[in-house]
């Protein structure tokens, strides 16, 4: 199976950036994802890291390793509406894609 | 609104009865998986589909059984509930099984098996 590893809760202030570390050992790569869910919703697609380097959409980014195994999420100027769970998954070398148990970020005012 | 369409949206469930979970989407996506959620221990996947015509088995099979007749449904057979199948079910899709897809997902059936 796959290990993927993620803090399981981080509390930030409004305003704040809040930094999410992903890290995962798996059989072949094939591209990391992350997803947003909130409370009792589906999760949704928030971005994609197959090369080394950085990804920025907006107020998130996203940045990959390969060699390391390790990814992070960086949200900026954080809204209430953020408050959520983080998903990072991995697709492997069959194109399965794995999660992680995810990160629950609260956004305080 | 296209998308993917679960049903039932929750369901409580004696142990040993047969159960169905549906999933059907309108994107025409060649993949389709299916997914548990429990707490703690995030999604992992039960099933999956590549195409119409195939599937394969994913991380937590054991129970459960797929069937992908057309490209569209992708259900989901319990053929006899155990309360360890207690849990939220996602299905999902995505445009192919390939590298930068990535998944589309209903809005989960939540399972009770008593």
């Known amino acids: 199976g796959q290990n993927i590893d993620q803090p399981t809760e981080m509390t930030a202030t409004e305003g704040a950036i809040v930094q999410i570390n992903c890290t995962y050992q798996t059989s072949g790569f094939n591209g990391l994802f992350w997803y947003q869910q909130h409370a009792g919703e589906a999760p949704t697609f928030l971005s994609y890291n197959v090369l080394d380097g950085l990804e920025e959409k907006g107020r998130f980014s996203s940045f990959l390793s390969r060699s390391k195994g390790y990814s992070y999420l960086l949200l900026k100027e954080l809204q209430m509406k953020d408050s959520a769970s983080y998903l990072c998954?991995?697709?492997?070398?069959?194109?399965?894609?794995?999660f992680g148990a995810g990160t629950t970020v609260t956004v305080r005012a | 609104i296209a998308g993917i369409t679960q049903a039932p949206t929750s369901q409580i469930l004696a142990a040993g009865r047969r159960m169905t979970l549906r999933c059907t989407q309108d994107m025409r996506h060649n993949a389709m998986y299916w997914y548990r959620q429990d707490l703690g221990l995030g999604l992992r996947l039960i099933h999956y589909s590549n195409t119409a015509g195939t599937t394969g088995k994913g991380e937590v099979p054991d129970g459960y059984s797929v069937s992908r007749a057309n490209t569209d449904d992708f259900p989901l057979t319990l053929a006899s509930a155990v309360p360890s199948q207690t849990s939220v079910y996602f299905c999902?899709?995505?445009?192919?099984?390939?590298?930068?897809?990535?998944?589309?997902f209903g809005n989960g059936t939540r399972l009770t098996v008593t």
């Open positions: 999902a899709s995505s445009e192919s099984s390939g590298s930068g897809s990535p998944l589309h």
């Open positions: 998954a991995v697709r492997d070398g069959d194109y399965k894609l794995s």
